[in-house]
């Protein structure tokens, strides 16, 4: 049986529907079961268990032999870096006693140790505890979310204008959520040994402009991008909802993402969902 944290969300959902393609046994961790019902139908198990009370979340790693472990993002109308670093220990403490075999933790490109730099010091909190602990643990440091983009649809549509933090030529390491699912779910089926850190990304690099080259391409209108000033980035996380913690520390992640370049890693696993291709699957759902 495979324990999969974040069932209902993009690549916790890619792994259980790989897993369950496979012909394995998956069980969905989830705080509110009305909200996974869909998984049932598919041959899955559900359970509910809170990140946050490490007993339920052991016991709900206890009915599996391994286990996917993705720390939940937090609402970015709080402290992020606050609430993510206490669901990482809180992980980190039910895996004492959960007699797993494996696991498989959902990672960042670029993690590295600091202070309110967003997901890149919490998940490398995450990693480092993964270190000192005893399960086998394999760690995949996924390249920037393709999925990043799906939150200015509607503004590119109104708008024609793509927004970006990055230089619009800077190429980047991207990955679709569904190919860091599928090669979760190889990790998490492969042997014991398969375990310590393997970058994850998409078939080549793209940059803010080759994004808005495929909304043009996906909508079949003109799309052209807007690059917003470093001393702006701030006050625009702000400007989507986020509180001034989270706005401070996604400003911070951003500028240690520029100023310390990104993992390019030549041995990086590679998905095969190009950009162009997940462009244009995203206009087909919506």
């Known amino acids: 049986m495979y324990v999969i944290m974040g069932g209902t969300g993009h690549v916790g959902s890619a792994t259980a529907a790989a897993l369950l393609a496979r012909g394995e046994q998956v069980t969905i961790i989830t705080h509110d079961a009305s909200r996974a019902g869909a998984w049932l139908k598919e041959g899955a198990e559900i359970v509910e268990a809170n990140v946050n009370e490490v007993a339920s979340l052991r016991a709900a790693f206890r009915r599996g032999s391994r286990a996917l472990l993705l720390n939940p993002p937090a ?96 190429p980047i390491p991207m990955v679709a959520p569904l190919d860091l699912g599928e090669i979760a779910a190889q990790r998490l089926v492969s042997t014991v040994d398969d375990a310590g850190i393997r970058y994850v990304e998409g078939p080549r690099r793209y940059s803010s402009a080759d994004v808005a080259k495929a909304f043009t391409q996906a909508l079949g209108v003109p799309v052209g991008v807007e690059v917003t000033p470093r001393g702006k980035w701030k006050e625009a996380f702000q400007g989507l909802g986020f509180s001034e913690a989270a706005a401070d520390s996604y400003a911070r992640m951003t500028a240690a993402c520029l100023e310390g370049g990104f993992d390019t890693p030549e041995d990086a696993l590679r998905g095969a969902t190009t950009l162009e291709t997940y462009t244009s699957d995203l206009l087909a759902r919506s």
């Open 75 to 170: 609402d970015t109308s709080v402290d992020t870096d606050a609430v993510e670093r206490r669901t990482v220990a809180s992980i980190l403490s039910a895996l004492d006693g959960s007699e797993l075999e494996k696991v498989v933790a959902v990672s960042t490109g670029g993690a590295q140790p600091g202070d309110r730099i967003g997901d890149l010091n919490v998940l490398w909190e995450l990693e480092e505890g993964l270190r000192r602990q005893p399960i086998p643990a394999a760690i995949n440091r996924g390249a920037y979310y393709m999925s990043n983009w799906d939150g200015q649809l509607h503004s590119i549509r109104k708008t024609g204008r793509l927004q970006t933090m990055y230089p619009a030529d800077l």
